[in-house]
């Protein structure tokens, strides 16, 4: 492990960043705290500072030299709500809310590398610090790029990362192309005829289409798809009755759907409408489907995918960083900076041993450990990619 000297001298102030937006967290677009806090800390390290970008977002400016090559570096600023029960003496002091996803340390990482860069200029070029709210569900990363990030801040490349508590501190991964699956949800609402339940035949049973949809929706992953091919189809929640002698009037159904291929999404979006369409046709209904498309893949470029390796094995060593790892379906709004910029997104492995909560968990809290690990590679990968 190779922790950058001047990362090392500032890692009790990391520390302490991290804990304070740890204990005070906010959530999507209200990271009004959050976001003054980082603003403050940058213009303190000397950074020019723009706030206001997707409402709390901030981008940090730190030029040295000729200032020509430029790349991002983008955290993400907003907690969940979660009701934290880690017992840590930084505990969120907002109930029902929590950095339960380690938002607090990658902001943490990036203030701390944005401290060290700006102490010892030794780069040739403009480093942007992008601390992007919203990650969570809201695409707080699409609306800063909807709202012009990379025309206002042009750069060639753009990085994010994530820890990762499933895989060992002291690792990381990543690879090129799809890393992190699209993001859809789905509402179907079947509309019959509601009814005496001891008289079904006087009436149009929804329950009826929601018992063949739940079981034919899996079809399209099981008999539409190529083998080879990933995707996810998931009801997730079934809606409809109130009473034992009645039938309802309408049943909704509603989930979500993952994949890594735009013609695969397509597919299932086009094969969920006609089952929908044929099974409200077989038992004489109406049945409506609103299809979403949230978050697309998270697909990372070649050449920068090789560039955030090297900075990666320079950090923990080549053979810690495993560069053709598994693939999952989660998602990370970082995919919309990515769909309009080269670059790579990483895990930063963050596991204390097997019992580590996950993400997401209200037993979760971020790994320090991981601090200085993940800020020494937002500078190691900065002086490679702007070297002198
Ligand atoms: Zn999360
Ligand atoms: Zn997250």
Redesign the pocket.
Known sequence: MTVAPEIAALLPDIKTWRHHIHANPETAFEETATSAFVADKLRSFGLDVHTGLAKTGVVGVLRNGSGAGAIGLRADLDA?HVHEKSGVPHASKVAGKMH??G?DGHTAMLLGAAAALARKRDFDGTVYFIFQPA??NEGGGRVMVEEGLFERFPMSAVYGMHNWPLSPIGTMATRVGPLMGAFDIFEIVATGKGAHAAMPNTGRDPMMFASHAISALQTIVARNLHPLEAGVVSVTQVHGGDTWNVTPEEVVLRGTVRSFDAAVQDLIERRMRTIVAGIAATFEMTATVRYERRYPATVNAETETKHAIAAASAVVGAANVDSDPTTNM?SEDFAFMLQAKPGCYVWLGAGRGPDTPN??NPHYDFNDDALPIGASYWVTLARQQLGV
């Open positions: 969940l339960a996803c938002h990650e969570e989660g993400v997401h």
